[in-house]
């Protein structure tokens, strides 16, 4: 693939037909025209739909429900290949990392072996199989996740941190943030003295400010909540990495006071599965409502992570990223608190199709199509926009012939020779 700088995808297109998310509970019926890669009209009054341009698809989603692009506010791209590791409760994230290169160093090694440009394709494709179109990848800013042709737009404005323990000189990371970026880090990760102290380390180094954004959170308490609260700092939880870890939940409860609060779905060596799964985990365990969970995949973290270009409604002049499922009458939050990623059957970035199902493949122009390549995951075919042959044939070089695993469903190249023919 040809090296490119990151920009913004510019497509044009309208989508006919729809029913389109007006925030968590509301909706109307229209189409919806992208200009540019940004929305122009949305509406149920077609003849306001501007003249197309002449690279302008024209795509009939009747049938279907479209909602915002999903915002991940937390993965770690480059481990979407790895397994779970881990086998008991732990005090800290410490004290899991260095049991797992103990026990599991040959899995490590391993999955390490596959090339890391490969390794960072496959979480991007992770995050776009669920509705994901932006996600923030907690660790350096790899020349990857900079490309027009990655598969998912990736935060490019950011100051980060690994966390207390493990993130070198903090108040250097921070001072070194731009007031208009997020600084991120992982905090109060754990169950142990040393998790429940951090919190106070952040604060007398004096690295909790506006632009401060914490992962995790499991040892807060009431005061550590209303020390945020009174910071405006915002928080981000992965309730199945913490029961994997620790066995223990967020306190929602607790949380629930916070309005800077986002959901991020981790990496696969501690999560559940994709940001999808982790939606249906933390409304089951955590008991998280509907419109709350809603709020911290689309607004919340848009929020939180300083994105200026609408990601996370559907509205004229926001960016064109929009997933659109099967309608079933049901409100935008009551919809995503179902759905998986079985059920995602159409992704636009920016006015340009990622990703279609079969059924919605056979309903894309020509010229849509063009360059979407098929994927089979756990029984299930999708068409993508990303080289999936090329980065399942490298992955395989490593980890054995239909032995892939992406965020522990697996892929098989028979199958993709077979849908390719």
Known sequence: MRELAHRPRQGDAVLRGVRYANGSMDSDWGSIQID?????????????????????????????????????????????????????????????????????????ATHHSVPKRVRLWWGGIRNLLCGVTTVCHHDTLWPELQKEKFPVRVVQQYGWSHSVALGGDLLKAYEATTADAPFILHACEGIDAQAEQELAELNR?????????????????????????????????????????????????????????????????????????????????????????????????????????????????GVGDLIAVLDEGRSPAETLASLST????????????????????????????????????????????????ELLRQAEAVLGEDSVRLGGRPLRSAALRWVGA
Request: aromatic share 6%.
């Open 36 to 108: 540019a890669g940004r929305i122009v009209h949305v509406g149920t009054d077609a003849s306001l739909l501007s003249s197309p341009r002449g690279s302008s698809i024209d795509i009939d989603l009747t049938g279907h429900l479209v909602l915002p692009g999903l915002v991940n506010a937390h993965d770690h791209l480059q481990f979407a290949l790895y397994p779970r590791l881990g086998d008991r409760p732990y005090g800290n994230y410490v004290e899991w990392g260095e049991e797992i290169h103990r026990k599991f160093a040959d899995v490590i």
């Open 205 to 317: 180094l004096g690295v909790l400010g506006t632009h401060t954004v914490l992962v995790h959170g499991l040892a807060l308490d009431e005061a550590g909540i209303d020390l945020l609260r009174e910071r405006e700092a915002s928080l981000i939880v992965c309730p199945s990495s913490n029961d994997f870890l620790f066995h223990r939940l967020p306190d929602m409860e607790l949380m629930n006071g916070m309005e800077n609060l986002s959901l991020g779905n981790d990496s696969p060596l501690t999560a559940i599965g994709d940001l999808l799964d982790e939606i249906r985990f933390g409304m089951r365990q955590c008991e998280i409502a509907p419109t709350k969970m809603y709020a911290m995949v689309t607004e919340n973290p848009a929020r939180a992570l300083r994105l200026r270009d609408g990601e996370g409604a559907v509205k004229k002049d």
């Open 342 to 389: 079985q059920d995602v059957e159409f992704v636009m970035i920016g006015g340009c199709v990622q990703l279609a199902s079969e059924s919605v493949w056979h309903r894309l122009p020509p010229t849509a199509r063009d360059g979407l390549e098929p994927l089979w995951i756990d029984g299930t075919i999708r068409w993508l926009r990303a080289p999936v042959y």
